[in-house]
């Protein structure tokens, strides 16, 4: 990584010093209408066709308010564990900027529909403990998005040195949810993992809710990173950066550590913090200085006289919190003791990807082990050698348990299992069809084993002999032969038992 | 027959309209005729849509033919302020910084109209979006009172009250934020409407103080009022602010005839110094009239109303500040390129286009309520100022405990010579002291002629205000204050104004 | 930007009212700067009365009529077209607005 920049390396800046994160991440929601106009909020519209007076800031147009929205804003708050206020009320945040057609933005200042929050995050350390750390929330509040600039001319598509920007308003006025937290202390070296791990909770936990699609590459999810360095945790707060335009779950890890690295590198040198907004540059790896936040513009936020307050009752906020989705920690232990998984089975299980999979499969009448087993195992290799993830492979969990059951009923083995689900990955039909259709199953009728199994001792009179000897052990090779006579489609513990009845 | 036709009231138009004794291609012609001979001398005019006008009419004919009257007015014309939006016709709210702008869209207003078939003549005159109590400050010149061509008609509607005074229109459409429908009918002898607020839809309404702003009628009776209101009254999803309940019955309330019982209440604060002599005179006279009928008048008293000014002049600038922040030149009006700067930045060319754009008293108030919302300063000024309303709604809500309705002058003088007040700006604020209460609290005021002062033969106002959504008492009081008025003229008093274009 | 001291008239200075002017993007001359700052503090002190009248648990209103939760239904509603939405644009490339170098950050 080049840079002109001086860094510290990060554990030497970790020995120094001690890291405070903020992290504000931005939500789009998926309501099907923006926030305060019906116009559409489909992503990757041809430009300027989803709009209307109200999303466009034309003079005379008002706002009103989706109330999809509020409900989504007022779920997220109890996901986050926050009080929901009894009584709130949208805000101007005046300031100007092309994208933002009012030149104000309605948002909430002092009355945030969601505050005083927490959630748990799980950062394992390298022998794959998990370590939690809570997370305080400060507030949740409902916003809307602004709309988008292309910087035309200049080298880098950037703002700087553009020679004039193209504007598109499809995107202004879709329904955002400013999620920020408190300051997060006490993750020592851990800093950019816990912040990784925090955004990946979030998203989980949006998904789970169904409030959005949170994908970072589009920017339905965005990420705002603050960091400030101090000598030791008891020391106050130093200053601190806010860097932006963090889309990977990756990028929020990494800016954190290049933060880390360039604060350590200023204050060691006596040199101070500037309190700014900075980008993050994925290409190179860094983030660079962007508008100075020390003239804090002033925004004059007042109540938005348009809009009258929003009063959630309490009744309605009960039934919104009856209603949400298990939170995924909780669910996973639910899980693990219903299956009576180990921590390690449960670890490589969520680990692979495949906890909902297995749920599904259970839930169509497999054994846990045994879906934990055909996932884990013969699909997980499945997917690997097709460079998929395990829930693009063309098998149901429906099919899955379907397989499982022909192994329950003896009507296939294990070996005959695999040819039978390498067939429903060929897309020849469900395994009933494959089974039919190769002829994969197992010879059931007790006098055509048995014939072979008489066979077999003919043919091998010596072993026969021992058998007969009690030597049961012996029954290995009789079972070999008659599993070959039958092309494997034989289930191997029946003939064990013909052959010890037809040789006690 | 055409003068005739002029000279007639909106209801009387109406039952020709019904009676299939005019059409409404030769009512809006005949009023079309009338703006070509007078409006160079009135000048309430910014826009004459004469082709939309007259095909709107014949729409409105074919309806009639077929029996299918869009409703009661239908037919009958109307003008409307130039700060309502109205699809295709040019909408300047009397500013350059939007000279050119066309809306895509109708104001909620405005559609209700066109759905009731009232052809719209065009858009009237105004003070630069909204400001000022004389029409001195449209960009495009100031409108003039047809009882004195020297003389301003009042504003910020002056453009919608001149046209009715002069008999250009039947009906107008105005808005009224501090006194801005109410003042000018005052003062051209004719009757204005602010509604309760929230009784109209403001969307479309380019926004002045959104708390404040209401559109209403502009008629010369107070049944004409009614119908009027009854179109363009009533509930809007596209508003939020806009209540919820159904408009009272109003052209029923104008027949209810009698003052007998009634209880008023003289509001001490609003009268006696300051208010020009003969002002004072036919407000006694006004008071003397209601008792002969019947009515019981008391004196009330409303100790806050002396700060309303002082509230208004808060925040009002403060919302208009955020209001007025979308006309940036980057969507639609005025785009201004700074001198002498080669490629000059989006941020030169909205200050260039809003120094330009912007006049003398839309500048001053952008910037006194930029400074009263500014930090540090908040509190003091726009915080105290909403609680300032507070308290007058209380005072309000006390009186109406005792009364049924409070009664005033309208404006504390006649109309005043053009240019009279023009280079003091807080002696032209005086002209709403008595009008700005009712906007503060959200009450509907009506402004009925009452006389003309003897100084100066020129009219002036008595107001009525009741209780919010209460309208009907508005006008039941109204319609029997103007009957007895009416009777003791032998007609209404603005038969008495002096021809104009030496038309009869 | 100071807090003015208890009590007495705002004195409003050019220097502030520049400031405000470029909060507000207006490029004021230096005639109306200098106009602007007494005309200002006349006005700041005929409404000073205004900051002393309300008690402390006064409180504020900023709606005449009391509404609560007013929502709109998650609909779409059709809105207008591209070439609506660009017909009055000062200027315009590739159905977007065209503006000239923005100079500052996004928020």
């Known amino acids: 990584m080049s840079t002109t920049q001086t860094l510290m390396s990060y554990d030497e800046a970790m020995a120094a010093f001690d890291p405070v994160l903020g992290l504000e991440v931005h939500v789009e929601l998926n309501t099907v209408s923006k926030m305060f106009c019906g116009c559409s909020t489909t992503f990757g519209a041809e430009p300027n066709t989803q709009v209307c007076p109200v999303c466009l800031g034309l003079p005379g147009a008002l706002p009103a308010l989706n109330g999809d929205a509020v409900r989504a804003a007022i779920r997220i708050g109890l996901a986050l564990n926050c009080s929901i206020a009894d009584w709130c009320r949208f805000a101007r945040k005046n300031y100007f900027y092309p994208d933002m057609p009012k030149n104000f933005q309605t948002s909430q200042y002092d009355e945030p529909i969601a505050f005083d929050g927490w959630t748990e995050v799980t950062v394992l350390d390298e022998e794959g403990d998990g370590d939690v750390y809570r997370i305080g929330i400060e507030r949740a509040h409902m916003e809307e998005d602004t709309g988008k600039s292309l910087h035309v001319g200049g080298s880098t598509g950037r703002i700087h040195g553009a020679d004039y920007s193209l504007l598109d308003y499809n995107r202004a006025g879709v329904p955002l949810i400013e999620i920020v937290t408190k300051p997060v202390e006490g993750t020592g070296a851990r800093a950019p993992e816990v912040a990784r791990a925090y955004v990946g909770h979030l998203r989980e936990m949006l998904l789970a809710l169904g409030v959005s699609d949170v994908r970072m590459e589009q920017g339905s999810l965005r990420c705002d990173v603050n960091l400030s360095l101090r000598p030791d945790p008891s020391a106050p707060l130093g200053t601190r950066s806010e860097t932006k335009n963090v889309n990977s779950l990756r990028s929020v890890e990494r800016a954190v550590r290049f933060e880390v690295s360039r604060q350590a590198a200023l204050l060691s040198a006596g040199e101070k913090v500037v309190q700014e907004t900075r980008h993050w540059h994925e290409d190179t790896g860094e983030t660079t200085s962007g508008r100075s936040k020390e003239q804090a513009e002033d925004y004059r936020y007042f109540p938005e006289p348009d809009l009258v307050p929003i009063a959630p009752s309490r009744e309605w906020v009960e039934e919104l919190r009856s209603a949400l989705p298990e939170p995924p920690a909780v669910r996973r232990g639910r899980l693990q003791e219903e299956w009576g998984f180990s921590d390690l089975e449960m670890r490589d299980t969520v680990g692979a990807g495949a906890l909902t999979l297995v749920e599904q499969t259970v839930a169509a009448g497999s054994s846990p082990q045994a879906a934990r087993k055909w996932w884990l195992s013969e699909l997980a290799r499945r997917a690997n050698e097709r460079g998929v993830e395990l829930v693009d492979l063309p098998v149901s969990p429906e099919q899955v348990a379907q397989v499982q059951q022909l192994v329950d009923d003896r009507r296939v083995n294990d070996k005959l299992a695999r040819q039978v689900l390498d067939g429903v990955l060929a897309g020849e039909g469900s395994p009933e069809q494959v089974v039919a259709d190769r002829g994969l199953e197992v010879v059931s009728d007790d006098s055509a084993l048995g014939a072979a199994v008489d066979r077999a001792i003919e043919a091998n009179p010596e072993v026969a002999e021992k058998i007969r000897g009690g030597k049961q052990a012996a029954a290995g090779a009789l079972i070999g032969a008659v599993m070959k006579e039958m092309r494997g489609q034989a289930d191997a513990g029946r003939v064990r038992e013909l052959i010890l009845e037809k040789l006690s | 027959m055409a003068t005739d036709l002029i000279r007639m009231t909106a209801a009387d138009l109406a039952e020709l309209l019904a009676l299939g004794k005019a059409t409404s291609v030769e009512i809006t012609q005949a009023h079309l005729d009338r703006i070509a001979a007078v409006d160079d001398d009135v000048h309430a005019f910014l826009h004459v849509d004469a082709d939309g006008a007259l095909q709107a009419a014949r729409e409105s004919d074919a309806r009639r033919a077929a029996g299918e009257a869009a409703s009661a007015l239908d037919g009958v014309p109307i003008a409307v302020k130039d700060v309502l939006a109205t699809r295709g016709l040019p909408t300047t709210c009397g500013s350059r910084i939007l000279q050119g702008w066309v809306p895509p869209y109708d104001a909620t207003v405005v559609a209700r109209l066109r759905a009731a078939g009232l052809p719209i003549l065009g858009k009237t005159n105004m003070d630069e979006f909204a400001m000022g109590s004389s029409t001195e400050h449209s960009a495009f010149g100031p409108s003039r009172n047809p009882w004195d061509l020297e003389r301003i008609p009042g504003g910020s509607g002056g453009g919608s009250s001149a046209a009715v005074a002069a008999y250009e229109a039947p009906l107008a459409i105005g808005t009224d934020t501090g006194g801005s429908i109410r003042q000018p009918a005052a003062v051209t002898g004719t009757i204005g409407v602010k509604p309760t607020y929230g009784g109209v839809s403001r969307y479309g309404l380019v926004a002045l103080a959104s708390s404040l702003d209401q559109a209403g009628p502009c008629t010369r009776s107070l049944l004409d009022a009614a119908m009027l209101h009854e179109v363009i009254g009533g509930h809007d999803p596209l508003d939020s602010t806009s209540i919820d309940q159904a408009l009272p019955a109003l052209v029923e309330a104008t027949h209810e005839g009698s003052l007998r019982g009634v209880r008023v209440g003289v509001v001490r604060e609003l009268g006696g110094e300051g208010y020009q002599a003969g002002v004072r005179a036919r407000f006694d006279d006004s008071v003397a009239l209601m008792v002969e009928a019947g009515a019981e008048v008391v004196e009330v008293s409303c100790p806050h109303f002396e700060y309303g000014l002082g509230a208004y002049y808060l925040i009002l600038p403060s919302e208009a500040s955020s209001n007025l922040a979308k006309f940036d030149a980057m969507r639609y009006g005025l785009r201004v390129l700074p001198d002498g700067i080669e490629a000059p930045s989006a941020e030169q060319v909205m200050t260039a286009t809003r120094e330009m754009g912007f006049g003398a008293e839309v500048k001053r108030r952008i910037i006194l309520g930029t400074y009263a919302l500014s930090s540090g300063y908040y509190d003091a000024y726009y915080g105290q100022a909403q609680k300032v309303r507070t308290l007058i709604s209380r005072d309000f809500a006390s009186a109406f405990e005792q009364v049924d309705v409070l009664v005033s002058p309208t404006a504390p003088t006649t109309a005043f010579k053009i240019g009279e007040k023009l280079d003091d700006p807080i002696a032209m604020y005086l002209n709403d002291i008595a009008t700005i209460p009712a906007n503060l609290a959200g009450v509907p005021g009506v402004s009925v002629p009452n006389g003309l002062a003897d100084e100066d033969g020129l009219p002036s106002g008595l107001q009525i205000l009741a209780p919010a959504t209460a309208d009907d008492r508005l006008y039941r009081v109204g319609a029997a204050v103007e009957s007895l008025l009416d009777a003791s003229w032998g007609g209404p008093l603005l038969a008495k104004a002096p021809a104009l274009g030496g038309q009869a | ?107």
């Open chain 3, 1 to 107: 930007m100071a807090e003015h001291p208890q009590g007495q008239p705002p004195a409003i200075t050019r220097e502030e009212v520049a400031h405000l002017a470029h909060l507000a993007r207006i490029d004021l001359t230096d005639g109306e700067l200098d106009q602007l700052a007494p005309q200002l503090a006349g006005i700041l002190e005929a409404v000073a009365s205004v900051s002393k009248v309300a008690a402390d648990d006064i409180p504020p209103m900023s709606h005449a009529v009391p509404l609560t939760n007013v929502f709109r239904p998650d609909e779409l509603r059709p809105g207008l077209t591209a070439e609506e939405a660009l017909a009055c644009a000062p200027e315009a490339e590739e159905q977007r607005f065209k503006v000239p170098r923005i100079l500052g950050e996004e928020a």
